[in-house]
């Protein structure tokens, strides 16, 4: 290949680093109204009355928005295809608020300062209700976090708000009983992971305006255009048809922009008034009032031979929804149906999901979608029962994990039409993925071998993963390549470059299906009025979805400049080939260049514009894999955990951009190693969110994460374009139950609620050195 497996720099590198005004604050308009958002101060209050009299006699002040000026529409804010697996529970303005942070009134203002003074002169007066502040006590609890009857859900999925429950998900294979019944070794265990947020760089952020037809424009940070697009039209009742959304270069969104959020509040000033509004959160309105990881209540029950052959594995899962249910049945069926595939060798298999409402700020999509929590609880019980039988981790992986070329039934009851045919993985490269992360981490040469230095002791650990590329016969992607005078390509998609190069990636993807140099490809996305559909960025569906999309926009194209090319030659287009710079007619050699030909397209002869789509749909599973080894040195006066070296192996299929990839799995594992060690989400008891800037939230820096080894395994994936899968999520997976099996193997102490703080080692140290003195 010429241009696919090269590491080319990103195309807007450049751009980026000398500061051009690519971003969406940048193309503001500078007399913009100024939106701020009140919020509130209670867990869950309902509004009895609210006078914004004195605000709006604010010198400067344009209007001021309660729930009592806005008409009472049940939307999802979920950014996933319709129709979407989320309740309608939301409004723009309600008369209840449900965490501390949500949305009371709006603002719009000449200027920020003069926003900021009418937000408090706006007097409220709540009546506070008794919040629900645990999904231990979510189901059955005496306050209903939704005690209003209009909402309601576009399909049966378990949605109960009397019970707090925003949705469940049941999944079941074999007979569990039965294979528990016959296992000689039989683990139950229970794991807790924290919300955590996604802390990008940019906020979220949006401005809007009115174009010269009436429509409402709306220009945001937003991983999800066309689903804003939708969302919008819900909340406001009104056609898509009156609506632009506009994607801007984005600052980072690991899933944090899957859900609108922003968008809402200038779009309303400016359907009301007229003008162009723009909105920038601040870094604690990110905190206080967008989403985060779930934090999950994992069980696992696993049976086993002495052997260490898996027979059973049931996994029941909680997440905290928080107030809204977005994203509820799509994250928490990830936890059981990305998972329970790594291990196809067992008699049965069962999962039970269920999201709670909680009176805390939204879960929603982080990259990993619930398929990091899932992987953590069962990774860390294969561990556990890898020590029970003294069996190396390793090898008890070697045994049960899934192989190139095998299948299991659970593809056929997790993949959407899939059918009745076996799905065979045989773009699975995950041996070689552990085979590679052994060497370098030198797991045979060091594991099981503590090095004791002072008071620090080392230890390893290992664990594997998998995660998706799409979602099979629900996302899609297209793309649309367009031939210049002068040889050169427009490639407009709707796909989002949230930073992770995707723009280069798929100008790749087009160069190469065309033959031609990267330079030859310009690429513009996305804009739901001039581009193509695309889902949006995540499922972890960029480079696969849209990819493939790409390719056959490119056949395409190709396909019509031979065309042409025959009629410019008076030739049948079997006589014609295309190499990328020429068109030639084969049996006399006469050619003429592509930048010749396209201008003679354009301007002499035959007066025609050429213009080739592609779009795809995933229609099976194309599953990522990764080992992750972590060597880590514990403390065991101050229980401090510290990661000497990551070693993270990936099977990505064939990686477009090798530079790129690395700089995934690198970037990924720094994730990992935060959610397993430094970060998490703490409320007070009154349910007000704590951590809500960066001075209280802990996010890793380079200088806590230790080495990290990020490598790539010769592999392919055959329905991937040019072989390629995703590796944007599964990059997190294996972080967490790594570094737990390091720390147990390195004190003796295993610990299975997330994050290991020096605190909880300290403790599990004292109370393992009690029980050995009780011995």
Not at 190 to 214: C, I, K
Request: hydrophobic share 40%.
């Amino acid at each position: 290949m010429k241009i696919v497996n090269k590491p080319y720099s990103k195309i807007d590198g450049m751009g980026l680093v000398t500061g051009k005004p690519v971003y969406t604050e940048d193309l503001a308009p500078k007399d913009a109204l100024i939106v701020k958002i009140l919020r509130s101060p209670h867990a869950f209050a309902r509004i009895k009355s609210i006078n914004k009299s004195i605000a709006e006699k604010v010198p400067g002040v344009e209007c001021v928005f309660t729930h009592e000026d806005v008409e009472k529409i049940r939307f999802t804010r979920a950014g996933q295809c319709w129709p979407e697996l989320s309740p309608y529970d939301t409004c723009i303005l309600d008369e209840y608020v449900r965490y501390v942070g949500d949305e009371v009134a709006i603002v719009a203002a000449v200027d920020e300062k003069t926003a900021m003074k009418a937000l408090k002169m706006i007097k409220v007066e709540y009546e506070v209700l008794d919040p629900v502040l645990s999904l231990d006590e979510a189901d059955g609890h005496s306050s209903m976090v939704h005690p209003e009857e209009d909402s309601y859900t576009l399909a049966e999925y378990g949605f109960d708000r009397k019970r707090n429950i925003a949705c469940q998900v049941e999944l079941k294979l074999g007979e569990l009983d039965k294979a528990l019944a016959e296992s000689e070794v039989v683990l139950k265990r229970q794991y807790r992971t924290q919300a955590q947020a996604q802390a990008m760089m940019e906020t979220q952020r949006t401005f809007t305006y009115m174009d010269m037809h009436g429509r409402l424009v709306v220009v945001s940070a937003t991983q999800i255009p066309f689903h804003v697009r939708r969302i919008l039209s819900n909340a406001f009742k009104m056609p898509e048809s009156m609506i632009r959304v506009i994607k801007p270069r984005i600052g980072g969104g690991f899933g944090a922009k899957q859900t609108a959020a922003s968008e809402f509040f200038p779009a309303l000033v400016t359907l009301k008034t007229g003008k162009p509004a723009k909105i920038v959160y601040d870094r604690r309105e990110v905190f206080r009032a967008t989403s985060s990881r779930h934090e999950m209540k994992l069980e696992v029950t696993l049976g086993a031979t002495k052997e260490g052959k898996i027979k059973a594995i049931r996994l029941d899962a909680v997440s905290d929804k928080g107030a809204y249910g977005e994203h509820c049945n799509s994250v928490i069926g990830a936890v059981g149906k990305k998972v329970l595939t790594l291990y196809n060798k067992a008699d049965a298999y069962e999962f039970n999901g269920k999201a709670v409402y909680t009176n805390h700020p939204v879960g929603g999509a982080l990259r990993g979608f619930g398929v990091t929590q899932g992987v953590f609880a069962l990774e860390t019980i294969i561990n556990e029962l890898a020590d029970q039988l003294n069996i190396d981790p390793v090898k008890i992986r070697e045994m049960n994990m899934i192989k190139r070329g095998e299948t299991t039934e659970l593809f056929n009851l997790t993949t959407k039409d899939w059918g009745s045919e076996p799905m065979y993985m045989d773009g699975c490269f995950l041996e070689e993925c552990v085979e590679k992360g052994k060497e370098l981490i030198k797991w045979d040469e060091k594991y099981g071998k503590k090095v004791v230095n002072g008071s620090k002791v080392r230890g390893l650990g290992m664990a594997i993963a998998q995660q998706g590329s799409g979602l099979p016969k629900i996302d899609m992607a297209s793309a649309v390549l367009k031939l210049n005078a002068d040889g050169f390509f427009n490639l407009t998609m709707g796909a989002t470059d949230i930073g992770t190069g995707s723009d280069t990636i798929l100008a790749q993807i087009a160069a190469e299906g065309l033959g031609v140099e990267l330079d030859k490809i310009v690429v513009y996305s996305s804009d739901t009025d001039l581009t193509p559909f695309d889902s949006g960025a995540y499922a972890s569906s960029t480079t696969y979805t849209t990819g493939n999309a790409v390719i056959e926009a490119a056949l395409n194209m190709k396909n019509l400049i031979i065309k042409y090319g025959a009629e410019y030659f008076k030739t049948e287009i079997e006589n014609i080939e295309f190499d990328g710079e020429y068109v030639r007619r084969i049996d006399n050699g006469e050619e003429i260049s592509l930048a010749d030909f396209s201008k003679k397209l354009t301007y002499n002869i035959l007066h025609t514009q050429l213009v080739a789509t592609g779009s795809y749909v995933p229609e099976r599973t194309a599953a990522p894999y990764m080992a992750g080894f972590a060597e880590v040195d514990v403390d065991t006066e101050t229980g401090k955990v510290e990661v000497v070296e990551f070693v993270g192996t990936v099977d990505c299929g064939t990686p477009i951009n090798p530079k790129l990839s690395k700089i995934q799995i690198e970037g990924g594992i720094v994730t990992g190693i935060g959610l397993a060690l430094y970060e998490e989400v703490r409320y007070s008891p009154e349910g007000r969110l704590m951590t809500d800037t960066f001075m209280e939230y802990k996010l890793p820096t380079r200088t806590d994460i230790g080495k990290v080894t990020a490598e790539l395994v010769d592999a392919y994936e055959p329905s991937g374009p040019y072989g390629a899968k995703s590796i944007g999520e599964v990059v997190v997976n294996t972080c967490a139950p790594a570094i737990v099996d390091a720390v147990y193997n390195a004190c003796g102490v295993r610990i299975r609620d997330l994050p290991i703080t020096p605190e909880k080692v300290l403790r599990a140290l004292e109370e393992k050195k009690q029980a050995e003195k009780q011995k």
